[in-house]
């Protein structure tokens, strides 16, 4: 997925730009973990990802507070080439050719 959003010209930030979010057994505390850390926490996630039968992941596009990002991804355009970087990239997870 990271590579697929880099095409598009947008700034990638941390090592990979993709990262696991938990919380401690208190439910308060976020612990960001950067994802070539193989470490098994434990700790819930977001429960929007938590318990699915299905492969499933959080994306954040773009950051409202990056004029560069908003620039590049904010308009009709860069939405449609934000979506097209998600389905290359659920294209490569699969093993499939996109045909975009």
Same mark, same amino acid.
């Not at 970087?85 to 975009?100: D, H, N, S």
């Given at each position: 997925?990271?590579?697929?959003?880099?095409? &598009?010209?947008? +700034?990638?930030? *941390?090592?990979?730009?993709? %990262?696991? @979010?938990?919380?401690?057994?208190?439910?308060?505390?976020?612990?960001?973990?950067?994802?070539?850390?193989?470490?098994?926490?434990?700790?819930? &996630?977001?429960? +929007?990802?938590? *318990?699915?039968?299905?492969? %499933?992941? @959080?994306?954040?596009?773009?950051?409202?507070?990056?004029?560069?990002?908003?620039?590049?991804?904010?308009?009709?355009?860069?939405?449609?080439?934000?979506?097209?970087?998600?389905?290359?990239?659920?294209?490569?997870?699969?093993?499939?050719?996109?045909?975009?």
């Amino acid at each position: 997925m990271v590579a697929e959003i880099a095409a &598009t010209g947008t +700034v990638i930030r *941390g090592m990979t730009a993709s %990262a696991s @979010l938990y919380y401690n057994d208190k439910g308060v505390k976020k612990i960001i973990k950067e994802s070539n850390d193989t470490k098994v926490y434990g700790y819930g &996630t977001l429960a +929007v990802l938590s *318990g699915k039968e299905i492969p %499933a992941v @959080l994306v954040e596009q773009c950051f409202v507070n990056h004029a560069a990002d908003i620039d590049l991804l904010g308009d009709e355009d860069g939405c449609e080439r934000a979506a097209i970087a998600y389905y290359r990239a659920i294209c490569a997870y699969f093993g499939t050719e996109p045909i975009l």
